[in-house]
């Protein structure tokens, strides 16, 4: 029992020291498997429709989701978990009042993107990214600089609360 | 000027017999210019994102706007007016808060799709539809049925209000 404690304490602080190690060298070992993207998916903006979304409070958000072929094909198709190759990404942008609409519509009802925040990505390879449910989050200024790896902790830990594979996004018919 | 208010009252006449004439023989006389779309343009589920649009108040409405190939050609490439063969669908849904979203993210934040509420479509086509800024416009329901020539009324009028020809939604980067 005391072997077993000791060993749970020794692995409790190894994954504490890794964690630590990582973001202080600035790049993971070589040998560590990889933990978030480092570059955009080429041609994202492209993408088809998966749906949109608006998140009040403090994000403040409008957002369009699009995915890769794999994603649009897995999401019509409903297939769970998400294919390997599955990539979904969230265009996510100020929202913000309308003045021009609003002036026509002769009321404040009209929120449409300001500048983007951000621009992020679920990767899906069950292999690289089994520590995280099989996906590698990404997240990205507008001008394609990736968040630093304390910004992207929170991401696989609440992606795993979602159901359908650990991805909120829902297709709109 | 008793000529001409006979004359006015007249032409009230024809236009309200034309108005009550078309949608009852259920097609336009061969003769008459189209009015309104009367078929979802094919494919357009598949297109690209224009921008998204959060419409509070009484539409209550999420919708993601999509162009054909002419159209994001056009919007990327800032061409104005708008060319021929140009079609922006504008998908809207109901703006439903998420109840999983939100109990993940302990807030009544996260806003997505609810059923589609209807599909609209805005065609270019200068000589056709000329009476109307040479945009042709529709409305459907998210069967595909296409709303009565009364409802689709407002749909010019508005939108010749909207600077950039006619046209509301600007290009989300």
Not at 60 to 79: D, F, Q
Request: charged share 15%.
């Amino acid at each position: 029992m005391r072997r077993i404690h000791f060993f749970l304490m020794a692995l409790a602080m190894l994954a504490g020291s890794i964690a630590w190690m990582v973001p202080a060298s600035g790049q993971a070992d070589k040998a560590a498997p990889p933990i978030y993207l480092t570059k955009m998916p080429s041609g994202f903006r492209d993408w088809q429709l998966i749906s949109v979304a608006h998140e009040a409070g403090k994000l403040n958000s409008l957002g369009a989701m699009l995915g890769n072929e794999v994603a649009m094909k897995a999401y019509r198709e409903k297939t769970l978990p998400y294919p390997d190759g599955t990539i979904i990404a969230a265009l996510h942008y100020t929202h913000l009042p309308n003045a021009e609409n609003n002036t026509v519509f002769g009321d404040v009802q009209s929120y449409t993107p300001g500048p983007p925040s951000n621009y992020q990505f679920m990767v899906k390879d069950s292999k690289k990214y089994a520590a995280t449910g099989g996906w590698g989050f990404g997240s990205f200024t507008p001008e394609g600089k990736a968040f630093t790896d304390a910004q992207m902790k929170t991401c696989a830990p609440c992606h795993a609360k979602a159901s359908r594979d650990g991805v909120f996004t829902q297709y709109a018919p």
